[in-house]
């Protein structure tokens, strides 16, 4: 089977490695010259690398596999492209329908896209049956989970193929909806936004909700450390992003104090500062070790973590396993949100989020339906 990449990027690059070593044809596409020559470099090298390590038994044979070039009409022979340009819904539209003149009619069109809707990609198409979201994770040779997303049009039978493809290709896919943030990105907010809103509340300082997340909640970073790791401008603009596509939501409402990093430039590790330096000497801040305190927060931001998978499986965004996986294995999470809720009972979850609701009168802290009815009935999420 051949398969095309356009955009030879971080994740294209990434993406294309996983096809040519899952035995494909590669064409990889890109408008810029040096990107392509980048993206050529870097497989060399990583591919080498894998093979010195005993991992891959011939590197040249995998690279081989591999077609660079800036014409686009050169992905005529592929069965499937995967598309990871900027991502900018109006640039998106125009590829794909540049690309359609040049495929067959037969050729699958999937979209990396991260935040735009599949279904207005598919849109843009004369045969929107044949579009559907291929969402990978950085880095995207090493990160197992891959969640696939009909578009509306997205003809049956497309999901299972492609879900039996990604299994062929070593990864772990899951079905979600076509619904901003698709699991991982929407479920994840609050890890990042409720932590956010604490500090700036001065209940707790970045240092000490970190090490009461890690060592208390079992995460492996937390939360400041982890945005500082991802960079500022990502996360703040998928949290932007979320909150304006689901109108607003007060849920997903984005926070002063990472706006104003963003604005500073101050973008975590790779520019030496976020909510915490890390230039050379530069000794990081002391957590407050109270573990009542602790427990608190490590509560209240797993309560709205655990009410956005709730609210998402009450909303059929994807299967309660499916929801699972997408946390456990696509982004480490210490177990699936919806195991936690099972494990605290729903009754004491939705009495984190009322009390905090009373508090606040917030909209933000509603609980999910699902959760009330499941707190009512002493019911479990999952059999
Ligand atoms: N970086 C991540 O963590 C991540 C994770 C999942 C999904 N995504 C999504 O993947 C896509 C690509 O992200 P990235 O981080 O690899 O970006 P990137 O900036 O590293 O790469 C994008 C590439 O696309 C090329 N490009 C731009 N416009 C083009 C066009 N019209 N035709 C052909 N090539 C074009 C650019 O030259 C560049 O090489 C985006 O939709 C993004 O939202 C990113």
């Known amino acids: 089977m051949n398969v095309g990449i356009i955009g030879s990027g971080a994740m294209g690059a990434g993406i294309a490695q996983v096809a040519a070593m899952a035995g494909h044809s590669v064409h990889i596409y890109d408008t810029a010259a040096p990107a392509l020559q980048r993206a ?8 080498q690398k894998l093979e010195e390590k005993g991992k891959l ?7 081989n596999r591999f077609q660079f070039t800036g014409t686009l009409a050169d992905l005529a022979p592929c069965h499937l492209v995967i598309e990871a340009i900027v991502e900018n819904l109006d640039i998106k539209k125009k590829v794909f329908a540049e690309l359609e003149a040049v495929v067959s009619a037969g050729c699958i069109l999937a979209t990396n896209t991260s935040s735009l809707s599949v279904t207005a990609i598919a849109a843009a198409c004369r045969q929107p049956e044949r579009v559907l979201g291929l969402h990978f994770f950085n880095p ?3 990160m197992a989970l891959v969640e696939v997303v009909p578009a509306l049009q997205t003809r049956e039978g497309l999901v299972p193929e492609l ?4 299994q062929q290709w070593g990864k772990m896919p899951v079905q979600t909806k076509d619904t901003p943030g698709f699991i991982v990105n929407r479920l994840a907010r609050p890890f990042y936004g409720e932590a956010i809103r604490i500090y700036e509340e001065g209940i707790a300082s970045p240092a000490t909700l970190d090490w009461a997340m890690t060592t208390l909640g079992g995460f492996r970073m937390g939360p400041f450390t982890l945005m500082d790791y991802i960079g500022h401008d990502v996360n ?3 949290t932007e992003t979320v909150w304006t596509s689901f109108f607003y939501d007060p849920r997903y409402k984005p926070s002063f104090s990472q706006k104003r990093l963003l604005e500073a430039g101050w973008l975590g590790r790779k520019t ?12 990081l801040p002391e957590p407050v070790m109270d ?9 209240r931001i797993g309560a709205m973590l655990m009410n956005e998978a709730i609210e998402a499986l009450h909303l059929g965004v994807a299967s309660a396993a499916d929801l699972e996986m997408a946390m456990t294995k696509g982004v480490n999470y210490p177990k699936g949100l919806l195991q936690w809720a099972d494990d605290a009972g729903a009754a004491r979850v939705l009495a984190v989020l009322d009390a905090l609701y009373e508090e606040y009168g917030e909209d933000r802290y509603r609980a999910s339906v699902l959760l009330r009815q499941k707190a009512r009935n002493d019911e479990r999420f999952l059999s």
Do not use: I, K, N
């Open 40 to 47: 050529q470099s870097g497989l060399q090298t990583t591919l």
């Open 57 to 63: 038994p011939d590197a040249a044979t995998v690279m």
């Open 140 to 142: 995207a040779p090493l």
């Open 163 to 166: 879900m039996a493809l990604m």
């Open 236 to 238: 703040y603009v998928v």
């Open 272 to 283: 030496g500062r976020g909510f915490y330096e890390y230039a050379e000497g530069t000794v």
């Open 291 to 299: 573990e009542a305190l602790g427990r608190h927060l490590v509560d």
